[in-house]
Every structure is written in structure tokens, then in C-alpha cells.
């Protein structure tokens, strides 16, 4: 019961999905932290010496929009029978019948797509054995939420309303963790496999690197990936069109890691370690 990604999208997925699974893992870990209690300078601080940081809850930002009883034509897989409803909490708890998991604090995804000026948000959540999909229409197509819980599951056909952004971009939602105020960081040029310095700011609706600006407003695709599988690191990704992409990395303490904008036809730019200090 797992969506089909669109053509259009793989190659951003890969992308964010590569470059998290191959983040370090942090060895020491610190208690866990709502969004909330993070500054906004956190994306901008280089790791330095002194207390651990609180590790940022990813999944806090969403959890008012997610959580509620999704309710409709609800239809346990595979024998297709009636049954109650997905609740979803706003800690990440999972419940339907007998089954009860906390998928909000496993590995998730969000993505909003805008085609032909309609807004369209989904959410995966979940681990090997069990997945958690919410999946809005847009308004022309049916609402859906599915839990499958290995070879069973749940889906809730006629849903109504789910993941109500209201015209907020995923920026927007994750603005006060993921927002960097300008700073120069140093970027390898691919083409030319040299090193150089850019001006890099992620604030007020807009990604820029060196003089490439992307308005987030007006993206075609936005995508958060949070992944407590690889330490609690996450991704930031936008995709202008077909031309251009972005994918700005955290780690699991709200620090700014990594930077990567792929300008098809263009100069791309990978940015790497930007949390680390200084040589």
C-alpha cells in the first residue's frame, strides 16, 4: 500500500534520501527537545566545545496539523471488512484496533507538490514493518491514510481534510529550526571540482547560494526528511521547476551540515561539514 512516487520527484528523493543515509551517526546523545526550544542561530553554530545540545524534535512542527481520529470509509486489509478508524497523536503515536506504535519518532517524510497552482501535502511515517501514509488529494482527488502493519493494514478511503497547511509552505512550518541567517560557506564548484567561497542564507521564504535564488513561495516541490535512524538528522529540499534543485542538511542537533544545489545546464555546488569547526 505504498504510494507510487511521480517520475518528476525521484530524483529529488534519492538525492535527500542518499546524502541523510550517509550522515554519522553521533555517539553521544543528549535529551530530546521540542522545536520550540530551539534558537534560530542553531542551523547557523559550527559545532565548538561545551554543553551537549538538545537534540531537535522533528517531528513537533507537524504534530498539531497530523494528529486526529482519520476517520471515512475505513477498510481493514486484506479481507476489505469495515473497521474503526487511524489515530494519530500529536507525540507520533499510531493507534487502530489492536495495534498501537509511535511511527511520528521513526523515519519520516513530507512533501508538498503544487501542480497547476493546486497545493497537494503527503506524509510517510514509519519503519521495515509498519508505515503510516497520508496522502491529500488537493481538492480533485479523494483524501486517503493507510497504516499497513506488515502484510495487513488499514485504509481510510474517504478521509477528509488531512494535513491542512493552509497555503503555508513546509519552510514556513519548520521556519524557526531550519531558518540560516547569511553566512559564506565554502562550496566545491562540481564542474570544475574547485573549492570557493558563497554567500548561503535560508530566511523569509527564499534559499540562497552565490547568486542563485530560490523563492520557496513559489516552489514546485518542498520536502522535510527526518530520520532518527541515521542520528536524527534531516533534509530540507526544494525543487524550482525541472531546472533547478536544493537541499539544505541538519543534524540532529538543528546544526546546518550540508548544502547542495544542482542547476541543470548550470553550476552546481555541493557544501559539506559546515557544522564541523574550523581546521
Request: some cysteine; proline content about 6%.
Amino acid at each position: 500500500m505504498t504510494p507510487t512516487v511521480k517520475p518528476a520527484l525521484s530524483l529529488l528523493l534519492v538525492t535527500v534520501v542518499l546524502a541523510l543515509s550517509g550522515c554519522r551517526k553521533t555517539a553521544d546523545e543528549a535529551p530530546p527537545a521540542t522545536a520550540a526550544e530551539s534558537t534560530q542561530s542553531a542551523a547557523d553554530a559550527p559545532a565548538a566545545d561545551g554543553p551537549k545540545l538538545p537534540r531537535i524534535d522533528w517531528w513537533a512542527p507537524i504534530a498539531p496539523i497530523a494528529a486526529r481520529s482519520y476517520e471515512g470509509a475505513c477498510k481493514a486489509m486484506p479481507d476489505m471488512k469495515a473497521t474503526g478508524p487511524i489515530v494519530v497523536g500529536t507525540d507520533g503515536s499510531v493507534k487502530h484496533d489492536t495495534y498501537s506504535g509511535t511511527l511520528g519518532q521513526s523515519d519520516v517524510t513530507l512533501m508538498r507538490i503544487v501542480r497547476n497552482g493546486v497545493s497537494t501535502a503527503s506524509l510517510i511515517a514509519g519503519n521495515k514493518d509498519d508505515v503510516l501514509t497520508i496522502m491529500d488529494g488537493g481538492g480533485d482527488q479523494p483524501d486517503n491514510v493507510q497504516l499497513s502493519i506488515g502484510d495487513k493494514g488499514v485504509s481510510c478511503s474517504e478521509a477528509r481534510d488531512v494535513l491542512p497547511l493552509q497555503g503555508k509552505t513546509l519552510y514556513a512550518l519548520y521556519a524557526k529550526t531550519i531558518t540560516v541567517p547569511a553566512r559564506k560557506i565554502s562550496c566545491l564548484k562540481i564542474s570544475q571540482m574547485s573549492t570557493t567561497s558563497l554567500d548561503f542564507a535560508l530566511q523569509d521564504d527564499q534559499l540562497k547560494l552565490g547568486d542563485q535564488v530560490f523563492d520557496l513561495r513559489k516552489a514546485s516541490t518542498e520536502q522535510m526528511i527526518f530520520k532518527p535512524s541515521a542520528g536524527t538528522t534531516a533534509g530540507y529540499s526544494v525543487m524550482d521547476g525541472d531546472k533547478r534543485r536544493a537541499t539544505v542538511m541538519y543534524d540532529e542537533f538543528g546544526r546546518l551540515s550540508d548544502v547542495q544545489v544542482m542547476i541543470d545546464g548550470g553550476d552546481s555546488y555541493g557544501c559539506s561539514n559546515l557544522n564541523q569547526p574550523p581546521a
